[in-house]
């Protein structure tokens, strides 16, 4: 099959699609990443054919780092303007991408691909991360930070979530007819689909009740195969007690020096050694005692089973892993989905209630810290499910078999 996998986003986004694209071409299919130009190095490494799709999500990111960091309202409104300027060029550059794609595959917040795949006439599947993307009153939906929700406030929830959605309905709208399609209003269903995928593992991400015959979980895309860790990190590693990782991925920072502070005061004040992650924030940029080292791109499969535990933002990819690898976990949330994740960390016991990045403070992290090193129980759960997941790793079909079951 011709196969066009469509994402736009950050690296979680990506990488989840590069690493199906992989699998897929080992399976004999002829497949295109269509994604921001941020990761057109990162598919030649894989060697995956790509086209660059949209805009740079790492400089838009960058150059509006404070909205990452505010008022979740803000964020999504700067969000929005991103989906803005972005869906027109989407649309131009998906339908010359994907024309002759038997199915485009689209994950986050893509906006023309089920429309490109309509004109096509390619069949479609949206990939979902994470369970709050899927509307249900059961289910509390992404846009929400803090705590789960009661169903009548879910609802709600949702239908502003939905009013969001429908404020890009005009320049989606003028795209589709350029295309000779006929108005939608239901922006939230044409990027859903008929039977979404949820590529998140069963044990971490509960699927609401009412969605079970109309989803079909695949489990997390992100691979688990270690790759070898850089020497002077694995000299790092074996020099001392196991550290705490810290990093927040693909989030990107209006004051890195003032983070790395904050990091550097909280390793400190909980008198342990910590590997931190400069991701797309440039973390580490400063003179660094002893006891931490900055790491750059490096296998979180490998390392994190070697750490205390692990820092980070709530992305869908590294909850899983280190979810897998059997470490607790301290969730830092910065926006959308990752609020989910904090919630479904502390909900298993495998870490501490989630401390969003507004509002964090050095304190507060080493607290966090100390409390997650001297409890015994959270070490012991957290251990238990990451042999129960790598069970159901090694006995299931792999995402790329399951991906299609049922519709090809």
């Not at 497949?31 to 060697?47: I, Q, T």
């Not at 502003?160 to 589709?176: A, D, I, Q, Y």
């Not at 080292?293 to 709530?314: K, Q, Y």
């Amino acid at each position: 099959m011709r196969i066009a996998l469509t994402v736009d986003g950050t690296r979680g986004d990506v990488h989840p699609m590069l690493a199906l694209g992989t699998a897929l071409r080992t399976r004999g299919h002829e497949v295109l990443l269509c994604a921001p130009p941020d990761f057109a190095e990162d598919a030649a490494r894989a060697h995956v054919p790509f086209h660059a799709v949209g805009a740079g999500a790492r400089q838009y990111l960058t150059e509006h780092a404070e909205f990452v960091h505010g008022n979740p309202l803000v964020s999504m409104s700067a969000a929005r303007d991103y989906l803005a300027a972005n869906i027109a060029s989407q649309f131009r550059e998906l339908a010359t991408a994907a024309r002759g794609a038997d199915w485009i595959v689209a994950a986050g917040v893509q906006l023309s691909a089920s429309s490109v795949a309509q004109a096509a006439g390619s069949r479609y599947r949206y990939v979902a991360y994470c369970p709050s993307v899927l509307r249900s009153p059961l289910q509390t939906p992404f846009v929400v930070p803090r705590a789960e929700l009661r169903p009548w406030q879910n609802r709600l929830a949702w239908w502003f979530t939905l009013r969001l959605f429908s404020t890009l309905g005009g320049v989606v709208n003028r795209e589709r007819a350029r295309l000779g399609l006929a108005p939608e209003r239901d922006l939230y269903g044409l990027l859903r689909g008929e039977t979404p995928a949820l590529a998140a593992e069963e044990m971490l991400a509960r699927v609401a009740p009412d969605l079970t015959d109309e989803v079909h979980v695949v489990g997390c895309l992100h691979p688990f195969e270690e790759e070898p860790l850089p020497p002077k990190l694995q000299h790092f590693l074996t020099s001392g007690e196991p550290p705490v990782y810290v990093g927040f991925g693909s989030m990107t920072d209006p004051d890195p020096a003032a983070s790395t502070r904050l990091v550097l005061e909280a390793v400190a004040a909980a008198g342990v050694r910590a590997v931190l992650s400069a991701g797309w924030a440039g973390l580490g940029d400063a003179p660094l005692p002893e006891n931490v080292m900055v790491v750059g791109s490096v296998s979180h499969a490998a390392l994190f089973r070697r750490v205390a535990a692990v820092v980070h933002h709530g992305g869908a990819g590294t909850t899983t892993t280190a979810a897998r690898a059997g470490t607790p976990q301290i969730v830092v949330p910065h926006v959308l989905d990752q609020f989910h994740w904090g919630r479904r960390i502390e909900q298993r016991g495998l870490g501490p209630r989630a401390l969003p990045r507004r509002g964090l403070t050095a304190a507060s992290l080493a607290q966090a810290i100390t409390a997650v090193r001297d409890n015994d129980v959270v070490a012991e759960r957290a251990a238990e499910l990451g042999r129960r997941l790598r069970d159901v790793l090694r006995a299931r079909p792999h995402p790329a078999d399951a991906i299609f079951a049922g519709l090809v």
